[in-house]
């Protein structure tokens, strides 16, 4: 079946710093890729939507230039959180689609000290 | 706009004690019904698609169904692996496989040993 993997799993940053997660469909090629975070015993809250080879497109609240997309090929997509502050820290899952079906990745735990 | 209302929000099931999720939906024409579930600290794991309104899938002790309103995931003598959030998302027609999931808010299921 359709894999998607994402890295680093977990990751502790000090504040100011920039974190970047990995996101890869393993398997098959993603044309979008979705960008998700989620506090503890919350839903998923759609952060972006990202296509291969153009601008990610944002929602609204999202600040772009502090959580920054790179969608440079069908299988990998980046999400750069920069200039880290506590309140950044959250659960950052990726979903990659395929025809109409997405498939997420395992999720990446950003703790900002 | 799309809507998606899961139900309960949380159920807490024996062992063995068979029930049934609901998800509810309004789409102005739909293209996909998804279900995943979702374990604490991970990302949402893809369970069923269905398309058409008497389309049924099954996968173990799960089996999901779908009406022209609603779709229910029955699950069939629960066992304490199956404790986790249940979640249902929908694609409408007029979405690709570029637009994201519009999705509930979940159902949190503990099964009881």
């Known amino acids: 079946g359709a894999v998607v993997s994402q890295h680093p799993s977990w990751v502790i940053c000090k504040s100011g710093t920039s974190v970047k997660i990995e996101c890869r469909s393993l398997d098959f090629q993603a044309t979008t890729m979705f960008w998700y975070r989620q506090f503890p015993k919350q839903s998923l809250m759609l952060m972006a939507t990202s296509n291969e080879g153009s601008k990610a497109t944002y929602e609204q609240g999202v600040e772009k230039d502090k959580f920054l997309i790179n969608h440079a090929s069908l299988t990998l997509s980046t999400l750069t959180v920069t200039s880290a502050h506590p309140e950044d820290s959250s659960f950052y899952i990726c979903s990659a689609s395929t025809d109409y079906e997405q498939y997420f990745g395992p999720g990446t735990r950003l703790t900002v000290t | 706009e799309d809507q998606v209302t899961q139900s309960p929000e949380a159920l807490r099931l024996q062992e063995g004690e068979s029930s049934s999720l609901n998800c509810s939906y309004t789409?102005?024409?739909?293209?996909?019904l998804f279900w995943y579930r979702q374990d604490p600290g991970k990302g949402p794991e893809f369970l069923f698609t269905l398309y058409s309104a008497g389309e049924e899938k099954e996968k173990e002790r799960l089996k999901a169904t779908l009406t022209k309103k609603e779709s229910f995931l029955h699950i069939t003598a629960p066992k304490p692996e199956d404790s986790a959030t249940y979640l249902c998302a929908v694609l409408s027609l007029g979405d690709s496989g570029n637009t994201p999931l519009v999705f509930g808010k979940g159902t949190r299921l503990s099964v009881i040993a």
């Open positions: 789409v102005s024409g739909l293209r996909g």
